[in-house]
């Protein structure tokens, strides 16, 4: 009798890259605008290579840490960890040359991505990285690593801090719109955030357009925003449905390009 083929562990291997998707959005977009409004160089360029591979690295930290579940550990802990030590000497390399190439004042803003990721570690180990508040934090970090970078591009501090708020802020929206479809399909509409939350992104909106003249930064940073603050209260003021969540997402990913485009023709 001829015996079954045995299973691989390969066949079954998880894929060991971040499973978020749209965390990607949230790291690429503030990067992208970083480098597009001012004049990349070795020294962003390395900063972008640098945090990238720290966010890859994401997933396989958490393989190994167990937070991915027991059964992860025992079947691809010795994977992840390999491919762990890989990404960080990577990431080291092109951190120390990025860091040694770069401003002072981009040095200094690498505190500020770092500090946050330190946030956020200790909500993954506590388990609260999945809620609103979590997801928040995330955001902030993400949008936060494009601050280096555009300093290390020659942007200017407002600028760069405009970047980071703008995109904070429509990260932020983007999570309340999703949060109310979910939150309407779990209860079966018994509960409904849909108005209160359109209020915080209407508010968002009218702060950034106050802050202009208050903080001195420039006048693009609320423009951009508006895709973003507009579209979340549109689903939260309607009758939104779950299943069309995919197309929810890109209609996000729309309104983010659209915010990055109106970022880097008013600020570069």
Not at 41 to 66: M, R
Request: aromatic fraction near 4%; include cysteine.
């Amino acid at each position: 009798m001829q015996s079954a083929p045995p299973t691989t562990a390969r066949s079954s291997a998880r894929t060991l890259v971040p499973h978020e998707h749209g965390a990607y959005g949230q790291l690429a977009m503030p990067l992208l605008t970083a480098l597009a409004i001012g004049h990349p160089g070795a020294a962003s360029l390395a900063l972008t290579v640098s945090i990238v591979l720290a966010f890859v690295a994401h997933e396989s930290l958490l393989v190994v840490l167990g937070q991915r579940g027991k059964r992860a550990l025992e079947n691809d802990g010795p994977r992840a960890r390999r491919l762990l030590a890989t990404l960080g000497t990577l990431f080291t390399l092109c951190g120390a040359m990025g860091y040694a190439l770069a401003p002072a004042s981009a040095r200094w803003a690498l505190l500020v991505p770092s500090a946050l990721a330190i946030l956020v570690g200790w909500l993954v180990v506590r388990r609260l990285e999945k809620t609103t508040a979590g997801e928040m934090a995330v955001a902030a970090t993400l949008s936060s690593c494009g601050i280096p970078v555009a300093l290390a591009s020659g942007v200017s501090l407002a600028r760069a801090i405009a970047c980071f708020v703008t995109w904070v802020l429509a990260f932020v929206a983007a999570t309340l719109a999703v949060q109310v479809v979910l939150v309407r399909a779990r209860s079966k509409g018994r509960r409904d955030p849909g108005r209160a939350y359109a209020a915080i992104a209407g508010t968002l909106l009218a702060g950034a357009f106050a802050a202009v003249p208050l903080a001195g930064l420039p006048s693009a940073a609320p423009v951009a925003l508006a895709p973003s603050a507009l579209l979340s209260a549109t689903v939260c003021l309607t009758r939104f449905s779950p299943k069309r969540l995919r197309e929810l997402g890109w209609a996000m990913v729309g309104s983010g390009v659209l915010t990055m485009a109106l970022l880097v023709v008013g600020l570069r």
